[in-house]
């Protein structure tokens, strides 16, 4: 069963995008580069700002430009504003 979910898990992440506003730690775990921990980091830094832009998450510890350009098109992110994020 586990096998199955992590097929479908990376069949999505191949053929859909990633919103980093909104994905769940094993969507994010789907992207290259991105285990457990850093996973974790993008959804406790997204708990106070909202990512206007794909490359805020170099902004989160342990996420360089260079793991975000591996993933480039496998990313996106929702508009902000629907009062979940502290202002910045």
């Given at each position: 069963?586990?096998?199955?979910?992590?097929?479908?898990?990376?069949m999505s992440?191949?053929?859909?995008?990633?919103?980093?506003?909104?994905?769940s730690a094993k969507e994010l775990q789907g992207l290259k580069?991105?285990?457990?921990?850093?996973?974790?980091?993008?959804?406790?830094y997204r708990k106070d700002n909202c990512?206007?832009?794909i490359y805020?998450?170099?902004?989160v510890k342990g996420i360089s430009t260079?793991?975000?350009?591996k993933n480039i098109d496998n990313l996106e992110v929702s508009k902000c504003g629907n009062g979940n994020f502290k202002s910045q």
């Open positions: 069963m586990k096998i199955i979910l992590a097929m479908i898990l990376s992440i191949v053929f859909g995008t990633v919103d980093i506003n909104k994905a580069g991105i285990g457990v921990k850093k996973a974790s980091a993008i959804i406790i990512f206007k832009n805020e998450l170099s902004n260079k793991t975000i350009n």
